[in-house]
């Protein structure tokens, strides 16, 4: 191998000969030594790869104040670190999107069986008969208290109560499969 301040000014003057005889030398230890960085012989040659470009494309500006050698293993060293942080960025950039995915998904689905149960409950409240649908309605969409309901129906604060715990038995029994706790945040949100 000629000595560096031929090759570095071979290189700097655009002299392919000399270009190709500094990577024919230097390719495969670089990608070996590259490789105590990246973990596939792949991503070291690519690595390797872009170098020799990068030096290739920028040649006549090529400023080298060490040895040919040192220069080369340094440069391979910081684009090695430069191409570990971009893939670190980038997986962490895919964790993100892959769980604003999920979490779009489980918000869609759990839009999907809230509506679901919407329809549902209200079909089953059109099933209590009326005395008790009545009394359901305006404890659980109007607010109003069970002595309230009482006066208002002109009917005794225990029939109330009674009518409200066959009702919600009976609505806890149709909506069993969603499970008590929607149907209880749906009919103490009166999302209704």
């Not at 999107?97 to 069986?113: D, G, P």
């Not at 099933?127 to 649908?133: A, C, D, N, S, V």
Request: glycine letters at 2%; charged letters at 30%.
């Amino acid at each position: 191998m000629a000595d560096d301040k031929y090759l570095i000014e071979g290189i700097k003057n655009g002299d392919k000969q000399i270009f190709e005889e500094v990577y024919r030398d230097f390719y495969i230890p670089l990608c070996y030594y590259c490789l105590r960085y990246v973990e596939t012989l792949e991503d070291s040659e690519g690595i390797v790869q872009n170098l020799f470009v990068k030096i290739w494309e920028k040649h006549s500006t090529l400023e080298i104040n060490t040895s040919l050698k040192s220069y080369l293993y340094r440069a391979v060293q910081n684009y090695a670190l430069n191409f570990l942080s971009k893939k670190k960025s980038h997986e962490k950039y895919l964790m993100l999107h892959a769980r604003e995915i999920k979490n779009s998904f489980e918000l869609h689905q759990n839009t999907m069986v809230e509506d679901e149960l919407r329809v549902l409950l209200k079909h089953a409240i059109l099933k209590l008969p009326e005395k008790r649908r009545r009394i359901f309605e305006l404890s659980r969409f109007e607010g109003m208290k069970y002595n309230r309901i009482a006066d208002k129906l002109s009917i005794s604060v225990k029939t109330v109560e009674s009518q409200m715990t066959k009702a919600l038995k009976y609505l806890r029994i149709v909506l069993k499969d969603y499970g008590y706790f929607m149907v209880f945040i749906l009919l103490n949100a009166r999302l209704l």
